[in-house]
Structure formats: structure tokens, C-alpha cells
């Protein structure tokens, strides 16, 4: 065991165009995944493991409603909301996923519990909705992920509009660490692609 240990987030996988950026905002994104990197790297420092590390710091993308995984996940093209998301462990060499889920405040967490409270790789709908009950995950409201951004944006997309906008098509978060015992760890999370079909998964068009 070393004291070494490495975190990187990104907050998106799509583009952001630097002449539809203000100065103001672009500094809330950087403190987005400042705050993001802080949750993961003061695990890491204390001697935490990487699964718990890019746990925390993909849970503090969720809950920042400029980034589209949780709280700010865009819409579907039926104004409903379907998040994926996934857990890697380098260490037991295991994973989880949730796919086409809306409820849980972090559905990173439902990942999470599909690979340390399930046989199971992968959990869609209402069986990943009811496993994130047995294992006490909170829940949302509805109004919780209702951002006007990302509904101001579906009703562009329905339009027509902006749809070379990679920004508007695309976006995934995620985190990747190696904590001092040298194990790695990864996880990530999204809500897709604004105005997707309901039941589209995955980050390919």
C-alpha cells in the first residue's frame, strides 16, 4: 500500500461551444466538477477504496442539475426522464448497471446495488426501481429532476432546433480512480439524449 492514489471526472460527453459559454457560466460547471473531485479525491486521501471514491463523485454530478445524470437529466421525446448508469470494480472484478430508470435521487447508487446485492450485471425498470427499494435508496419527486433548461431544450429539439448542437445530443458523466492499495474503480452515469425515444439506452445515437 502506497499513499498514491489518482481521480479523474468529466462532466459530459458531449461538446460545449466556447461562443455559447459565458464567463459565469462556465465557472459553474468548473465548480460542478470541483466539487465533484473533492467528494472522490478526500475518500481516496483517507485511505478509502476507489469503488467508493468515483461512487461519491459521480453521486455530486448527479445532484448538480447542469450536468445530465440525475437531477439533470434531459427528456425524452414524451417529456419523461430515463436514466442509465454503471459501477466497475477493478478489485472483485464486478459490475453493475440500471438502465431506463426514473426515481431514485442517484442512480448511480442503483448500480451500485445491483452489483453488491444482486446475481445480476444489469437491472432495467421497475426490477431496478424495486431492488433500490429493498436496499433503501432514496427516492425523489418528480418536480426533484424537472429542470426548465432541460424542458426549454426538449421543445427546441422537437422543433428542430439546434440539432447538430453535440451538447444537446449527448452527455454522460463519470469518474475513474486507483486508490493507495493500486485497485481501480469506475462508474458513470446519463440521462441520455434529449428527445430520445422512451426505452433508448446506451451512448450511441
Known sequence: MTTEFALAVHGGAGTLRRDAMSPARAGQYHDGLHRALVAGRDIL????SALDAVTAAVVAL??????????????????????????????????????????????????????E?????????????????????????????????????????????AEDDEARRHGTVGAVARDCRGDLAA???????????PGRVGDIR
Open 117 to 161: 446485492h444482486s446475481p445480476h450485471v444489469l437491472l432495467i425498470g421497475d426490477g431496478a426501481l424495486a431492488l433500490a427499494r429493498e436496499c433503501g435508496l432514496v427516492f425523489a419527486e418528480p418536480r426533484y429532476f424537472h429542470t426548465e433548461a432541460r424542458w426549454r431544450a426538449l421543445q427546441q429539439t422537437l422543433r428542430g432546433v
Open 62 to 115: 448527479e445532484d448538480d442539475p447542469l450536468f445530465n445524470a440525475g437531477r439533470g437529466a434531459v427528456f425524452t421525446s414524451a417529456g419523461t426522464q430515463e436514466m442509465d448508469a454503471a459501477v466497475m470494480d477493478g478489485r472483485e472484478r464486478q459490475a453493475g448497471a440500471v438502465a431506463g430508470i426514473f426515481g431514485p435521487k442517484n442512480p448511480v447508487l442503483a448500480a451500485r446495488a445491483v452489483m
Open 45 to 48: 486521501a483517507a485511505g478509502g
Open 187 to 197: 462508474a458513470t452515469s446519463t440521462g441520455g439524449m434529449t428527445g430520445k425515444l
